[in-house]
């Protein structure tokens, strides 16, 4: 059985491809034109611009880039249960951070090859228990694939990206992989009545609160406005026993609460919280 880690997915059942691929040497002489620097010389892109790579990559559940940055170093599984896939398929780690792939089929060949030439893991093999190693120094957007199923969808991405840093890092590990989250807490102190916003746009719909995260003075109360969009919605607090009663559809204010006590109070719409749906108040 493939070795644990945290926050690392195991996929599970057979991936259908989706899409017509193109192989790993036609992937590399496109690299190596003009948009290769951009892999991982330059400062990583917004994750839109993997939207196609991820589209063509097989992954049993829906293709995201998911988050290790505050996290034990990620294991990649390849073709597990038969899936041609690398799982997770995506990932985001802190520049430094040593990548283990791990062999899980003795049926197959498989290997590790960036399409620029990064790092290759060496012929395909098919040994279960192997793995291979690559720590990645440079901040970058790193795409590769195993060569022999590279047209059937098996490829993958590590983005290494500094983690948003505030003063504050309990906020910061709690909202790196929400949507947009970069640091920014939103300076609401001496004011007596802070509104947020739950249902906003963002973690792929209506998932986010807005602000992510906000500070107030001990005393402000604190009320979460409903847009109505999204879905079912509730506000739930990790490190007190607040929150709302029931998950509420409907638009307008269905919760509130007056902050007293100073400290770091993180929340999250249960429904939606695995999406990104997670907010923080700072009270000070």
């Known amino acids: 059985m493939p070795s644990s880690n945290r926050r690392t997915f195991l996929g599970a059942g057979t991936a259908v491809g989706l899409g017509a691929l193109i192989g790993v040497d036609a992937v590399r002489n496109v690299t190596a034109g ?8 330059d400062a990583p892109r917004p994750d839109g611009s993997l939207d196609d790579w991820l589209a063509t990559a097989n992954d ?4 995201q880039v998911r988050d290790f940055r505050f996290d034990d170093p990620p294991t990649v599984y390849l073709d597990v249960s038969d899936s041609r896939s690398f799982s997770p398929p995506a990932i985001r780690i802190e520049p430094g951070t040593t990548v283990t792939w791990e062999w899980t089929d003795a049926d197959d ?11 290759d893991s060496g ?8 793995t291979f190693e690559h720590t990645f120094e440079d901040a970058g957007t790193y795409r590769y694939v195993s060569e022999p199923q590279a047209d059937a969808g098996m490829k993958g991405v590590v983005v290494a990206e500094p983690a948003p840093s505030s ?15 970069d640091g920014t807490i939103t300076e609401r102190t001496g004011e007596d009545l802070v509104e947020i916003v ?33 879905g079912g919605h509730d506000v739930v607090f990790e490190d007190v026993d607040v929150g709302s009663e029931a998950i509420a559809v409907e638009s307008g204010v269905n919760f509130e609460h007056t ?12 429904p939606h919280r695995a999406l990104g749906h997670r907010g923080a108040v700072v009270v000070e």
């Open 109 to 119: 060949e498989h290997n590790v090859v960036a399409v620029d030439g990064e790092f």
């Open 259 to 270: 902050f007293n006590e100073t400290g770091v109070f993180r929340y999250a719409c249960r």
């Open 167 to 181: 003063e504050y890092p309990a906020v910061d590990e709690w909202l790196v992989d929400t949507n947009g989250y």
């Open 34 to 41: 003009s948009d290769r620097t951009n892999d991982h010389d």
């Open 60 to 63: 049993p559940r829906t293709p």
């Open 123 to 130: 012929p395909a093999e098919s040994e279960a228990g192997t």
């Open 198 to 230: 739950t249902g906003a746009d963002g973690n792929g719909g209506h998932f986010a609160f807005e602000p992510h995260a906000v500070k107030v003075s001990a005393g402000t109360t604190v009320r979460w406005a409903w847009t109505g969009e999204g």
